[in-house]
């Protein structure tokens, strides 16, 4: 184990001080490596560094604040739940039962009365109904507690 710590405390600082060169070739593939191409076409050294101004500074540190900003607003704001169907499915009609007497707010899409809405059915890998989308995560058929965990309401 003494001589595994005592190797790495010795590679370490290669790895450190040692110069890494990015170019693209010809053919537009991409090369990283720790001596510079032996053509000298646009090779960058990632040693080396570019000084902001302190205008440039100010202007990234706010409009990272304003990203984190919006992120929390995001965060905090209710998620909506779609819910793709169709009007004789009666699965579906339980779940539109389920969301009305929990006063869960959802948009409510016929993919037989609207194509674009089967287009979107598809574009979420639809293959049952009703297919449930909260936020990026998505479930064929209907669950109480998937949908109350994806809302956040067993907090």
């Known amino acids: 184990m003494k001589l595994y710590r005592a190797g790495l405390v010795?590679?370490?600082?290669c790895f450190i001080f040692s110069q890494i060169y990015?170019?693209?070739?010809?053919?537009?593939?991409k090369h990283y490596s720790s001596t510079p191409p032996y053509e000298n076409s646009n090779v960058h050294d990632f040693q080396e560094k570019e000084t902001a101004s302190p205008e440039q500074i100010e202007q990234e540190r706010k409009a990272f604040e304003e990203a984190?900003?919006?992120?929390?607003?995001?965060?905090?704001?209710?998620?909506?739940?779609k819910m793709y169907s169709t009007s004789w499915c009666p699965a579906c009609k339980k779940t539109k039962k389920y969301f009305d007497e929990n006063n869960i707010p959802y948009v409510y899409?016929?993919?037989?009365?609207s194509p674009k809405r089967m287009a979107e059915?598809?574009?979420?890998?639809?293959?049952?109904?009703?297919?449930?989308?909260?936020?990026?995560?998505?479930m064929n058929g209907f669950s109480s507690g998937w949908v109350r965990y994806h809302l956040g309401l067993d907090d």
């Open 109 to 113: 899409y016929d993919i037989e009365a």
């Open 10 to 13: 010795i590679l370490i600082p």
């Open 22 to 29: 990015f170019w693209v070739d010809e053919n537009g593939v």
């Open 68 to 81: 984190i900003e919006q992120q929390e607003k995001d965060r905090k704001a209710p998620l909506k739940v």
């Open 121 to 138: 059915y598809k574009a979420y890998g639809g293959g049952g109904i009703p297919l449930l989308v909260i936020g990026n995560q998505k």
